[in-house]
């Protein structure tokens, strides 16, 4: 049970080319912007609303997506939701919330 307590799992489109930063160590990391889009009717015309997520990967998924993940490629991401703090250069506190994908699935037609 304790594996559904910290889960997210969503469809969508890459915002962005992913940006790879390789380490000293040798671990890799990709961030990319993920657009997941929700469609419905108000009063009898279709309307569609975006959201953005940022997604975060590591190690081997980090390299899948170097590899494969371009702009606008449909993807299933599976992951947790992590909120982290920075301190900006004014000295304010800025959150953010992002998806750190642990399994990155290539949707869509292969080109």
């Known amino acids: 049970m304790s594996t559904i307590r910290n889960f997210v799992q969503l469809i969508g489109n890459a915002g962005n080319a992913p940006e790879i930063t390789d380490f000293e160590s040798g671990k890799k990391v990709a961030r ?40 606008g490629k449909e993807l299933a991401v599976h992951g947790k939701l992590v909120t982290r703090s920075y301190e900006g250069k004014y000295k304010q506190t800025h959150y953010v919330t992002e998806i750190v994908a642990n399994e990155v699935v290539l949707l869509g037609k292969p080109e």
């Open 32 to 71: 990319f912007s993920l657009a997941t889009n929700e469609s419905y009717y108000k009063e009898g015309e279709l309307q569609t609303e975006t959201q953005w997520h940022k997604v975060v990967a590591w190690g081997k998924t980090a390299e899948i997506i170097e590899g494969f993940v371009e702009k």
